[in-house]
């Protein structure tokens, strides 16, 4: 009867879900508001029993790891090592000041001094659940904003683990304990290279013939390693990231990305409602207060210290306020850390109240500031200026000016294009954010610039405006809207050539002034780069095969543009 009884709890929970799932996207709103408001309806409502509760914080547990694993693909080693002194540099001083200043305030609540630090620390972590969530909605993940964003929470993650060893250490002033974790987080990151270099390679053919045995081996790996980072003393978050790092230039991984995703959208979301039922055990009258105060703090205190480092380490304000804007809001880590802080008995269970209150406060608040973050830009941009220095850092190899071919992005098709401009003898550079790709083409000798295709002081940099060929391969249609609409407004004259993965985004591509368009289902009678070859930069010949194209759509999908 208790299976049964959860399976009609469960059931329950998510048909609540999915209902205010639409209600939340037909008012436009993030979905993550729908999930934890599901959580505080279905908390007293629908889930008295404590073992459905319990059944549902160990599938929440699933959904933090397939995330942070899945993550783990797109963040490797090199790009850590590429961006380690930004990511260092901003964490230790947003920690340090986050945590000064929210100590201050809470011992002005009457906290207790070892409460004040608690509080302070809790307040200066940020979530990896909903930075990763809301940058994943918006296909930003791989943009050099969000991969500074997730640095930066790696870095603390492994502060808030040492600092839920050294509470446990407490009572006994126990070293040992910190200086054996770090042994042991050696030996499992030893392990996951040796295997990964070594191993899995063998199994390679089998597991990309058998999707099923992919998928169950992605799991394995996953929630495995997760599992054992856990019991080595860190957290699964840490230990999922780790083990998708480990395999993230395996030749099956993006088979793999695609077939967990759909898996992982549906523990993440139990996660939030977790989070939401969360919510009913706490008394809001004692806490409200220092918890809107602390609120305060993390939305306005937090981005406001990341800009300004982001500023000072030469960073355009694009950049730094993208990432500010990402890191406002408290931790899920901070409950974890609480939690066993009220464990160990150095604080009250008051601070739990607090900071719970805080997060949920933080994790609403935040979501919409994610999902807007563009227009609040575009709104902010000219108060933006004070936190950009006058030389502004791009990481860039080679200059930057002076190119009449621009390439935009290598992976996804831009090697073809690459070849073709080497034996054309034309000059030309490539824009791209994928420190594996930058690699590759700094071992070729061609110009590059490490970079983000929307970030308008980087546009400026590379002299787009006198650009007589621009290419970008990158399939993000929001990147190419961006762009297309920047040249129809700053060079009219210079031939544009995109990507689109629909037939309703090649004719909206189309009508902001696009050249031509590129799908992957369709390729024309002869292959651009070939058309490019024999015609060079006549934009009247690109219209005539724009015009070619756009018959095609027409007749095979008869579609018409529409917002996406």
Known sequence: MSELHFFSDISLVLVLAAFLSLIMHFLRQPLVIGHILTGAIAGPLLLKDNSSSEILASL?????????????FEFSTKVFARLKKPILVITVIQVSFMTLVGAFTAKLFGFTA?????IGLALALSSTIIIVKVLSDKREITRLFAQIAIGILIVQDIISTLAKIGLAGQKTHDLESIIFLIARGVLL?????????????????????????LLVFAVAWGLGFAYIFELAGYSIEVGALFAGMAIASAPYVQEMSSRLK???DFFVIIFFIVLGQSLTSVNLTSVIVPAIIFSLIVLLLKPFIVMVSMGLLGYTKRASFKTALSMSQVSEFSLVFVVAAVASGVVSAQVQA????????????????????????????????????????????????NYSIVVFGYRKGGQEFIRTFKAMKKR?????????????????GVHLLYGD??????????????????????????TNEFLTHWIHNNNPNAVLICSAETATQASLLYSKGAAYVMMPHFIGSEKITTFIKRIGYK?????????????????HFDQTPSNE
Not at 462 to 476: F, P
């Open 428 to 444: 030309f550079i490539v824009v791209d954010y994928d420190p594996d790709a930058i690699e590759l083409l700094d071992k070729q």
């Open 453 to 478: 295709a929307t970030d308008p002081e980087l546009i400026e940099e590379i002299g787009l405006d006198h650009a007589k060929l621009i290419v970008s391969t990158i399939s993000d249609y929001k």
């Open 189 to 213: 990151l030893l392990a996951l290279y040796l295997i990964s270099k070594f191993v899995l390679p063998k199994l390679t053919r089998t597991l990309e013939t058998s999707k099923e045995a």
């Open 354 to 401: 607090v900071v719970s209150v805080t997060a949920l406060v933080t994790f609403a608040a935040s979501a919409y500031l994610m999902k807007y973050d563009d227009k609040l830009y575009i709104k902010l941009e000219h108060y933006l200026r004070l936190f950009e220095r006058k030389i502004i850092r791009f990481e860039q190899a080679g200059e930057a000016h």
């Open 114 to 118: 070892m409460e004040s630090f608690v």
């Open 262 to 264: 759909p898996l992982r």
């Open 60 to 72: 929440s547990s699933i959904g933090i790891a397939l995330l942070l694993f899945i993550v783990g």
């Open 539 to 555: 934009k009247s010949e690109f219209h005539k095969y724009r015009d070619k194209h756009l018959q095609y759509l027409q007749s």
